[in-house]
């Protein structure tokens, strides 16, 4: 028996999970991107790209691709499709399963400053000039317009497509994950004296942190917003063991030798 799954992706966790999935006959996986970036890495699973409609359209698909569960692997600033997944699996009455990935805690010789979003990043940045780095989205970057007098550095995977910009910035192109060394010689010869990220969890874009304390820069950390879930796990192991789980209490117990 293969049981239709549906992961809402656009993660490291995502692409963790996917080829995992290909070729176990118990599941039909699909992974939902939301067309963000131009061109995803290819998963060896079906793969749809773009929104669904809000909670109608989410629950709509759910009922015509007859999904039995949804593994919910977006991002942790991702919090609108996961409150969408929350209320359209209830509606549907499915299991929705949710990987939440760890936040980062401050380790010693960190910098951190807490700010509660993008706006009161670019307002905490102060009023003398300095030398940014974003790390953040490319949707992110026309929040610092409003901080114009300072320079910045933001590495994005797609250019981005909005006309307000901050007008000293400069655009690296480049995809995670990224390495200590490598991101200590970008802020050094940048001269980047303040960097912005998120608190995403995980190894992929952590380097900057590092590299920032190993630098004695400070951090803008901009806060988690929150974020709906459903029966919460903490990698692609425990979603995959939690499908094992399923698959096995769904199966007739005829196929289970019962
Ligand atoms: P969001 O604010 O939570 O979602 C906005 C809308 O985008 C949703 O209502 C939904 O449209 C659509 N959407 C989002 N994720 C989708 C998915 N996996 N499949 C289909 N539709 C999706 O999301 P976001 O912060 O813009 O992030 C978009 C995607 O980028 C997510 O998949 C996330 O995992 C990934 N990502 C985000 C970040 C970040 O910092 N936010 C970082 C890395 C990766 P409808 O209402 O029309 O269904």
Request: hydrophobic letters at 45%.
């Amino acid at each position: 028996m293969s049981l239709d799954i549906l992961i809402l992706g656009g993660t490291t966790e995502a692409s963790a999970l996917a080829p995992r999935l290909a070729g176990d006959a118990r599941f039909e996986a699909t992974l939902s991107l939301a067309g963000r970036t131009v061109h995803p890495k290819a998963q060896p699973i079906a793969t749809r790209s773009g929104g669904f409609g809000g909670i109608e359209g989410l629950a709509r698909f759910l009922r015509a691709r007859k999904i039995a569960a949804v593994i919910d692997a977006t991002h942790p600033y991702a919090a609108q499709i996961s409150a969408h997944a929350v209320a359209a699996c209830a509606d549907v009455q499915i299991p929705l399963v949710s990987i939440v990935r760890d936040a980062w805690h401050p380790q010693a010789g960190d910098r951190w400053q807490d700010v509660r979003d993008m706006a009161a990043a670019a307002k905490a940045l102060g009023d003398a000039p300095r030398r940014v780095f974003l790390g953040l989205g490319r949707q992110e970057l026309s929040v610092f317009a409003a901080a114009p007098q300072h320079r910045y550095v933001a590495r994005v995977i797609d250019a981005p497509d909005t006309v307000a910009l901050p007008p000293d910035l400069k655009l690296l192109q480049a995809r995670g994950p990224f390495d200590r060394a490598a991101e200590i010689r970008l802020l050094t010869d940048e001269k980047i004296d303040i960097v912005v990220s998120k608190n995403a969890g995980g190894d992929a874009t952590y380097a900057k942190i590092e590299a920032a304390r190993a630098l004695g820069l400070p951090v803008l950390m901009v806060a988690r917003p929150d974020k709906p879930a459903g029966h919460i796990v903490r990698s692609p192991d425990e979603a995959l063991a939690w499908l094992e789980r399923f698959h096995h209490d769904a199966a007739p117990r005829s196929l289970r030798g019962v």
